[in-house]
T-cell receptor, first 111, second 113 residues
Framework: EDQVTQSPEALRLQEGESSSLNCSYT??????LFWYRQDPGKGPEFLFT???AGEEKEKERLKATLTKKESFLHITAPKPEDSATYLC????????????FGTGTLLAVQP | KAGVTQTPRYLIKTRGQQVTLSCSPI?????VSWYQQTPGQGLQFLFE???????NKGNFPGRFSGRQFSNSRSEMNVSTLELGDSALYLC????????????FGPGTRLTVL
């Protein structure tokens, strides 16, 4: 069964303290891995799409990487406004186009 | 370019009633997917529509249904509401759905009393 596991469930950082979030997945044939950010009471906001192992993408303080079994979201010198829940999702290689989501990592960045 | 819009943003219903939620995708997007988000289960896929046809369906009971119109706007309906249907219902759109990035709307918060 396709599965996405995110760790840690929650992470508290001091402003400027870099860290990484993990997303491990089991899927029959990966067609895409997606990272989203979600603020309380809002819909997920798209961050990155990764399609193949070895691929990396960056945006401001965030960098996403992908291997055959997991993806990392690296946060460099975070600021309080980076506080949010970060969601990872995969799209499997079957006939369906649904996204399978992990339960997310709740990130709190303290000033 | 306008994003995905969902109406209404908040709904309060009682058990046994039915509800219809609406979603307008980003202009040019033809695939619309619906997800249910709850604290216990996270984000779960309900169904996907493309060119007015349901292309995929998740593991939800038949009380959950949807449709898509020729302008790609979509509605989902939940009949005979149960307490457990209380959730944030999210709509996402993409060009075709085939490995395209899905962009989410703000969601409709449904509370069933």
């Amino acid at each position: 069964e396709d599965q996405v596991t995110q760790s840690p469930e929650a992470l508290r950082l001091q402003e400027g303290e870099s860290s990484s979030l993990n997303c491990s997945y089991t899927v029959s044939g990966l067609r895409g891995l997606f990272w989203y950010r979600q603020d309380p009471g809002k819909g997920p906001e798209f961050l990155f799409t990764l399609y193949s192992a070895g691929e990396e993408k960056e945006k401001e303080r965030l960098k996403a990487t992908l291997t055959k079994k997991e993806s990392f979201l690296h946060i460099t010198a975070p600021k309080p406004e980076d506080s949010a829940t970060y969601l990872c999702a995969v799209q499997d290689g079957g006939a369906t186009n649904k996204l399978i989501f992990g339960t997310g990592t709740l990130l709190a960045v303290q000033p | 370019k306008a994003g995905v819009t969902q109406t209404p943003r908040y709904l309060i219903k009682t058990r046994g009633q039915q509800v219809t939620l609406s979603c307008s995708p980003i202009s040019g997007h033809r695939s619309v997917s619906w997800y249910q988000q709850t604290p216990g289960q996270g984000l779960q896929f309900l169904f996907e529509y493309f060119s007015e046809t349901q292309r995929n369906k998740g593991n939800f009971p038949g009380r959950f249904s949807g449709r898509q119109f020729s302008n790609s706007r979509s509605e989902m309906n939940v009949s005979t509401l149960e307490l457990g249907d209380s959730a944030l219902y999210l709509c996402a759109s993409s060009f075709t759905g085939d490995s395209d990035t899905q962009y989410f709307g703000p969601g409709t918060r449904l509370t069933v009393l």
